[in-house]
T-cell receptor, first 113, second 116 residues
Framework: EPEVTQTPSHQVTQMGQEVILRCVPI?????FYWYRQILGQKVEFLVS????????KSEIFDDQFSVERPDGSNFTLKIRSTKLEDSAMYFC???????????FGPGTRLTVL | AQSVTQLDSQVPVFEEAPVELRCNYS??????LFWYVQYPNQGLQLLLK??????LVKGINGFEAEFNKSQTSFHLRKPSVHISDTAEYFC??????????????FGTGTLLAVQP
């Protein structure tokens, strides 16, 4: 069964450093998403991406964040200068259509020291 | 703006007992509704969804949910739980007319703790 994959599973970084979180969505899916879950809190929407551009972004997704689909398979989330409060689990998701169910990856736990 | 309320942060239940996890939503437009499950140290897995049609929706692992538009609820039920159902359960809503992509708005989650 096809699945969304994410690498790395755990990333530790120093405050101020740049990180790139990688995702490989399901191959025939066209819509891509990033969510995050701060420990003990609910899952929050960050950004959606379709047709090589951002469709919608939340207030959390400020200028420090960017997304890219550099090739036909990967979907990345970059945080330019990490802050302590960026520590969270980051989930990538994809769907075949905008209104269809979203399939989630296992997540990347980001720890900012 | 949409919101989802899961009033119960934790629901302890004995094995083979029935369970109901409550979910209420707030939205000014029609919505899609979802329940996701998160097992320890894993990602989110879709349990079931309501898009349209019958208000009683059946999902995986014996779970079902009923959409009640008048009460803006989408409670999750299982007639007999197993130890393996111990997990965090998230209710989520998506705007029916959200445009090209429909972001999911999640509730705070309910930890279902099944005891032997």
């Amino acid at each position: 069964e096809p699945e969304v994959t994410q690498t790395p599973s755990h990333q530790v970084t120093q405050m101020g450093q740049e990180v790139i979180l990688r995702c490989v969505p399901i191959s025939n899916h066209l819509y891509f998403y990033w969510y995050r879950q701060i420990l003990g809190q609910k899952v929050e929407f960050l950004v959606s991406f379709y047709n090589n551009e951002i469709s919608e972004k939340s207030e959390i997704f400020d200028d420090q964040f960017s997304v890219e689909r550099p090739d036909g398979s990967n979907f990345t989330l970059k945080i330019r200068s990490t802050k302590l409060e960026d520590s969270a689990m980051y989930f990538c998701a994809s769907s075949i259509a905008g209104y269809n169910e979203q399939f989630f990856g296992p997540g990347t736990r980001l720890t900012v020291l | 703006a949409q919101s989802v309320t899961q009033l119960d942060s934790q629901v302890p239940v004995f094995e083979e007992a029935p369970v109901e996890l409550r979910c209420n939503y707030s939205s000014s437009v029609s919505v899609y509704l979802f329940w996701y499950v998160q097992y320890p140290n894993q990602g989110l897995q879709l349990l079931l969804k309501y898009l349209s049609g019958s208000t009683l929706v059946k999902g995986i692992n014996g779970f079902e949910a009923e959409f009640n538009k008048s009460q803006t609820s989408f409670h999750l039920r299982k007639p007999s739980v197993h130890i393996s159902d111990t997990a965090e359960y998230f209710c989520a809503v998506s705007d029916l007319y959200g445009g090209a992509t429909n972001k999911l708005i999640f509730g705070t989650g309910t930890l279902l703790a099944v005891q032997p």
